[in-house]
């Protein structure tokens, strides 16, 4: 990184790509009564209703408690090298985000239940009351009428620097467009190859970081935050 230029930002996707598997897809499983969740999430996948509708009627039919929700996320696996990746992108002042289709307080919860930094959460919200949990979605984008969280808003904030955004499924395919460099895996990969896009592929949080070291530099960081995501 030269002294001139701004560092680039650094933006990641919750589920599957932080995490191990989907935490809101399992959350949704788990605890719906029905099975009506899966015609929800068929018709989204195929692009018959947007992401808002179709999580506004999976969360409406959810029966569970906010503590419920945090308990059964406590076994869910967070990638052992997202604490160093925080890490090296504080070092190197690169500001890092997560943008998500999941709600902000399971994502805060579950980062805290792990001693992880918080760092800025764009995501949905959920309120609980007797009637069950209700979704709502601070970060719709009018413009756009496939995403809840359209998380390419959140990519666009960061013009003048390089735009690093890292994802694995269908939610990601808006802010991939928007952003300077991309990490895919999954669904995500597989979109992008089939428009002919530019991306990096990843398995791990571990292949991001070591790529993004060689690149801007490489920082080490203290053992106890490389030991933090681990359970």
């Known amino acids: 990184m030269t002294a001139l230029a701004k560092p680039p930002a650094l933006l990641l996707d919750f589920d599957n790509t932080i995490t191990s598997g989907d935490v809101l897809d399992l959350v949704i499983e788990r605890y ?15 692009g018959r209703i947007s992401t808002h ?10 029966r569970l408690t906010l503590e419920e929700l945090i308990r059964f996320t406590d076994d869910i696996v ?7 990746l925080l890490s090296w992108a504080a070092e ?19 980062l805290r239940r792990r001693g992880l930094p918080l760092v800025p959460i764009y995501a949905n919200r959920l309120t609980f009351s007797d009637d069950g949990p209700r979704a709502s979605f601070p970060f719709r984008d009018p ?16 013009a003048g620097r390089t735009r690093v955004f890292v994802g694995d499924g269908l939610s990601d395919i808006c802010p991939a467009k928007a952003a300077d460099v991309v990490f895919a895996k999954d669904s995500l990969a597989t979109y992008l190859e089939s428009i002919g896009r530019t991306y990096r592929a990843f398995r791990s949080l571990a292949d991001v ?14 053992a106890s935050i490389a030991q933090s995501a681990r359970r």
Not at 53 to 62: K, M, T, W, Y
Not at 209 to 222: C, E, N
């Open 143 to 158: 413009s756009c009428d496939r995403c809840a969280n359209c998380k390419a808003q959140h990519v666009r904030r960061f």
């Open 53 to 62: 509708e179709c999580l506004s009627n999976q969360i409406a039919g959810l």
């Open 209 to 222: 970081l070591h790529t993004l070291q060689a690149k801007y530099g490489h920082v080490s960081y203290p």
């Open 92 to 110: 190197n002042d690169i500001e890092t985000s997560i943008v998500s289709d999941n709600f902000d307080c399971v994502i805060k919860a579950m």
């Open 32 to 46: 719906s009564p029905t099975d009506q969740w899966r015609r929800w999430e068929t018709a989204w996948q195929n």
């Open 78 to 84: 967070i990638d052992d090298a997202f604490g160093p």
